[in-house]
Structures are given as C-alpha cells and as structure tokens.
T-cell receptor, first 114, second 115 residues
Framework: DAGVIQSPRHEVTEMGQEVTLRCKPI?????LFWYRQTMMRGLELLIY????????DSGMPEDRFSAKMPNASFSTLKIQPSEPRDSAVYFC????????????FGDGTRLSIL | AQKVTQAQTEISVVEKEDVTLDCVYE???????LFWYKQPPSGELVFLIR????DEQNEISGRYSWNFQKSTSSFNFTITASQVVDSAVYFC????????????WGLGTSLAVNP
C-alpha cells in the first residue's frame, strides 16, 4: 500500500517567495497532520484536519502560513512570503479515526529559505 | 499537564551491546496511548509500536522489546544485540483520550551504534 506522499522532497527558494508543500494522505485515513521539525524546537504540530475540515490550527506560526485540504486525498501547506526562519523539515502525517491508531508520516519536505 | 520526557539526549554503544531508551510520561487521563517512532539518518519518521493504557503486557519484536509500567509511568524501549542500522533518533509520544488527536512528543534520544 502507498504511504503518505509529500512533494517536493527538497525546496530551496529565496526569501519573500511563495512556497507550497503538498501531501497525499493514505487512502481511507480520516485525519491529516502537518508538522515542522527543527533542531531548536523539535517536532511541532502546525495544524490538523478531520475529514478535510481544519480542527486545530493553533500551531500555525503566523498569518504567513496557511493550509488547505480541498478533498480527502490532497492537502497543501503554503508559506507566503517565506522567511529564512521558516527553513525546516515539514512533515505530513495521516491516521485512521480511532484514538489508538498511529500517525503515519511522509518522507518530509526539506525547505531552505535563502 | 501532559508531558513526555526522554532524559537521554544521546547514547553511544558498540555493536552487539544491549541498550535501553527511557520514556517517562505524565497524564491525568486514565485512557491514553503511547507510541515509539524511529527517525533514521535519512530523515523519515517510522512508526514502531503502540501501547494502550489498559494493556500492560510487554512486547517483543525480534531484537526490540518494550516495557510498559503504569506504576512508574514509563514505556521503555530495549534493543538487544544492537546493530549499526539501529542508529537513529527515537521518539516516544503520548496521546490522551482528552487531548483530541494531538501527540505529545518527547525530544528524542539519538542512538549511535558504532561498529
């Protein structure tokens, strides 16, 4: 079975540019999560969706960040305008709806803002 | 408050040694779930195991074993006869029934297995 698919794997762009990260969750999973991982802060939950509806976006750093899930098989995380401090690895994860189900992660997008 | 503590930041062992990674958690909920994840140098996060709060049975999977003890709020992970391929960062995480879907993550333990 296909796992969570993220694209691109690597992104290098200049400060001020718009960045769009993409995620395809595992088919049949009800929940989708976006995380950011840095050396300083570790793993941070940015936002999560249930059945395409955003449930908790309290981890989104600021208005420059936005996330959408237009359908059950696709989500985007957008940063506009990007800043060097946004450089991190961004992970998407999905899970089934039962509380005891683990989150399954994509391979991540390594983002570098110059 | 809910919290996961992985007190060991870095561990270095020689191949074939046994190693235990500690995980201590805090929660007031009576129903909760504990998870271990592995992050190898390639960067992906791999789910290893889940344990429910009402199931204290320990588990063994090959060279890996997990010891869940509610009395000490610990969920420790032991690798027997470690191998270089075990080198990774290992994360322990907690989900409580009252915390929606959020996972509370430990800061991870970086394990280096040297040949």
């Amino acid at each position: 079975d296909a796992g969570v698919i993220q694209s691109p794997r690597h992104e290098v762009t200049e400060m001020g540019q718009e960045v769009t990260l993409r995620c395809k969750p595992i088919s049949g999973h009800d929940y989708l999560f976006w995380y950011r991982q840095t050396m300083m802060r570790g793993l941070e939950l940015l936002i999560y969706f249930n059945n395409n509806v955003p449930i908790d976006d309290s981890g989104m750093p600021e208005d420059r960040f936005s996330a959408k899930m237009p359908n059950a098989s696709f989500s985007t995380l957008k940063i506009q305008p990007s800043e060097p401090r946004d450089s991190a690895v961004y992970f998407c994860a999905s899970s089934l709806r039962q509380l005891n189900q683990p989150q399954h992660f994509g391979d991540g997008t390594r983002l570098s803002i110059l | 408050a809910q919290k996961v503590t992985q007190a060991q930041t870095e561990i270095s062992v020689v191949e074939k040694e046994d190693v235990t990674l500690d995980c201590v958690y805090e929660t007031r909920d009576t129903t909760y779930y504990l998870f271990w994840y592995k992050q190898p140098p390639s960067g992906e996060l791999v789910f290893l195991i889940r344990r429910n709060s009402f199931d204290e049975q320990n588990e063994i999977s090959g060279r890996y074993s997990w010891n869940f003890q509610k009395s000490t709020s610990s969920f420790n992970f032991t690798i027997t006869a470690s191998q270089v391929v075990d080198s990774a960062v290992y994360f322990c995480a907690l989900r409580s029934a009252g915390n929606n879907r959020k996972l509370i993550w430990g800061l991870g333990t970086s394990l280096a297995v040297n040949p």
